[in-house]
């Protein structure tokens, strides 16, 4: 099985482009930055709340806890919420009606108003990467562009493994994409 294609940064402009013009633009962004910004795979975003990213006061949380019924091995883990995430979670939720605000209430929803499956958040995100020219890509893009560029910039295999809520590092070390340039710069480095 081919693993999804991971956008280079300025791939990842030229989508949120693409995404822009869209009908539900601040939806779809949001979608796409929980699964570049945190790892999430679509069901956990799908499944989310918005209470799990805003707290009593109406603040973006620093960390969304997945609860294990929405995660996909079973278990309970936290996503942190870095200041590039955070930002874009209170653009999207003021963005919101007080009745969509409410804490039980889906944070993403689809035209018809109803929480998102994660099959139906799939082809939507798989529709907006062909619409945007990249084949390959998949809703698992955001998740291994994620767990690469935390490889890459020289975070711990154990860190990595632990935030992506894998059991085995085996697993972890399948998310990571090696290309050209970082085979040059890694020679260079000698």
């Known amino acids: 099985m081919k693993q999804a294609r991971v956008l280079t940064e300025q791939e990842q402009r030229r989508l949120l482009a693409v995404i822009a013009d869209t009908r539900y633009a601040a939806r779809n962004r949001i979608a796409f930055m929980l699964s570049y910004m945190s790892g999430l795979r679509v ?15 109406g603040c973006v949380r620093e960390q ?32 919101l009606s007080d009745k969509q605000r409410q804490p039980g209430r889906p944070l993403l929803v689809t035209q018809k108003g109803k929480p998102f499956t994660a099959n139906v958040l799939c082809q939507l995100m798989g529709g907006l990467y062909k619409q945007a020219g990249f084949d390959g890509a998949s809703s698992h893009s955001g998740r291994r562009w994620f767990i690469t560029k935390l490889a890459h910039s020289g975070v711990s295999a154990k860190v990595i493994m632990t935030l992506a809520g894998h059991k085995h590092l085996s697993t972890t070390q399948r998310y990571i994409d090696v290309n050209d340039d970082m085979l040059r710069r890694a020679v260079a480095a000698l």
Not at 66 to 95: C, M, P, Q, W
Request: avoid cysteine; hydrophobic fraction near 40%; glycine fraction near 8%.
């Open 43 to 57: 069901g956990e975003i799908a499944a989310l709340k918005v209470g799990d990213v805003l707290d009593s006061e």
């Open 64 to 95: 969304i806890r997945l609860s294990a019924e929405i995660t996909k091995g079973g278990h309970a883990r936290t996503a942190f919420v870095n200041d590039r995430l955070r930002k874009e979670l209170e653009r999207y939720t003021a963005s």
